[in-house]
C-alpha cells in the first residue's frame, strides 16, 4: 500500500455503497443485431440463425447469445441516453479520482453472469452500484485505486437477468508519458519480458515453437482446427486433439499498434497482429521486418521465432 491523501482516500471509501439509477436500451433485444453481432464474432450457432432450429431448441424459440448482454444497454456512438435514463455516472467515484490527482485510467477486467437467456423483444435496463474500491495500491503503471462498479440487468418487469462486474484502476503514473523513439523494426524483446500464462492446454504450443515449430490444435473427432487452444472442440465436443503443424504463411488480419501504456519488455509503439494463417485460424503475434506505420491489413506474413529467453520463444511475423 502507498501513502494515500487522507482525505481523497477517505471521500472514495464513503462512495462505496453507492447505487445509481436505471439506464434504459434505445432497442428492445432483436434479431437484427444478434445477426449482426453473430456475424462479427463468427458464431454461426444455428440457435441464432435458424428461428426453425430454435424452435425446436429447449428454447422453443429464438434467443440472444448471453454474452451480447451489455449490447442491449450500450448508449451509442454519440453517447446519448434513452429518455428516462439516469443522468448521474455510475462512474462519478473515477470522475472524482481522476479531478484529484488520479488522472489516468486503464480498464483491469469485466465478469459477466448470466442468469437467462434473453429472447428478442424483451426491452433491458441496468442500474449499477459503486461494489468496492480497493486501499492505494502502486503497480507497475503508478499508484492508485481499483474501482468496481457492479452493474444489474433487468426486464421490464424487474426480472434480474445477469450482472456485469466493470473493474478499473484509477492512478497517478510513476513518471509523465513521453512517447519513446521507435525501436528498430528488428530489435529483439528484453529479456524482462513477461512470460505467457502456460496451461496444460497450451503446453504443446510453447514447446512447438521452441522446436521452431508454429502448432495448431486438430480436433480428432471433426477434424476442424481451433486456436486458441483449449480442451473441448467447440464444434463436436471431443476431448480428442492432435497438433498440425502449421506452413507459417498467413495474412495480416487485423493490428493494432500499442502506444501506452508502455510494458516493461516490450518495445514502445509495440505493434500487435492478428494473423490470419492460410491453415485458417488466427494469432496473436509480434511483428519484425517492417516499421508499424507501413504494415497493412492483407499484407502477406511469414512465421518467424524469437528467442526470449532460454524457456520462451514467441511467433513474429515478417513481410513476404
Ligand atoms: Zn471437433
Redesign the pocket.
Known amino acids: 500500500m502507498s501513502e494515500p491523501n487522507a482525505q481523497v482516500d477517505a471521500a472514495i471509501k464513503g462512495m462505496v455503497g453507492t447505487e445509481y439509477g436505471r439506464t434504459y436500451s434505445w432497442d428492445p433485444v432483436n434479431q437484427p443485431m444478434i445477426r449482426q453481432w453473430c456475424e462479427t464474432m463468427d458464431n454461426e450457432s444455428p440457435l441464432y440463425h435458424d428461428p426453425e432450429f430454435a424452435r425446436q431448441s429447449p428454447h422453443g424459440g429464438p434467443v440472444a447469445p448471453p454474452t451480447m448482454l451489455q449490447v442491449w444497454v450500450m448508449a451509442g456512438l454519440k453517447n446519448r441516453l434513452p429518455p428516462g435514463s439516469t443522468t448521474r455516472s455510475p462512474f462519478e467515484a473515477v470522475e472524482y479520482l481522476r479531478a484529484n490527482g488520479f488522472p489516468s485510467t486503464v480498464a483491469v477486467n469485466s465478469e459477466q453472469e448470466y442468469f437467462r437467456y434473453l429472447r428478442p423483444d424483451e426491452s433491458i435496463s441496468f442500474t449499477a452500484m459503486l461494489e468496492s474500491v480497493s486501499d492505494c495500491k502502486s503497480t507497475a503503471l503508478g499508484t492508485g485505486y481499483f474501482v468496481t462498479v457492479l452493474m444489474t440487468f433487468l426486464t421490464a418487469t424487474d426480472e434480474k437477468v445477469g450482472t456485469m462486474r466493470f473493474r478499473l484502476f484509477v492512478y497517478k503514473a510513476h513518471k509523465e508519458f513521453k512517447p519513446a523513439a521507435a525501436a528498430p523494426a528488428d530489435a529483439p524483446a528484453k529479456p524482462s519480458r513477461p512470460h505467457p500464462g502456460i496451461s496444460q492446454d497450451t503446453q504443446f504450443f510453447w514447446d512447438g515453437l521452441k522446436q521452431n515449430k508454429l502448432l495448431i490444435q486438430k ?1 480428432k ?2 477434424g ?1 482446427l481451433r486456436h486458441p487452444p483449449g480442451p473441448v ?1 467447440p ?2 465436443h ?1 476431448f480428442e486433439w492432435e497438433a498440425l503443424q502449421a506452413s507459417g504463411r498467413g495474412t495480416v488480419h487485423s493490428f493494432v499498434v500499442m502506444h501506452y501504456p508502455e510494458v516493461p519488455g516490450f518495445p514502445p509503439e509495440n505493434p500487435v497482429l492478428l494473423v490470419e494463417l492460410e491453415e485458417g485460424t488466427r494469432l496473436v503475434a509480434g511483428l519484425v521486418g517492417i516499421k508499424h506505420a507501413d504494415v497493412k491489413v492483407g499484407m502477406p506474413v511469414r512465421v518467424e521465432y524469437q528467442k526470449v529467453d532460454d524457456d520462451l520463444v514467441v511467433p513474429v511475423f515478417r513481410p513476404v
Do not use: L
Request: proline residues 0%; hydrophobic residues 0%.
Open positions: 480436433c473427432g471433426c476442424k472442440c464444434h463436436c471431443s
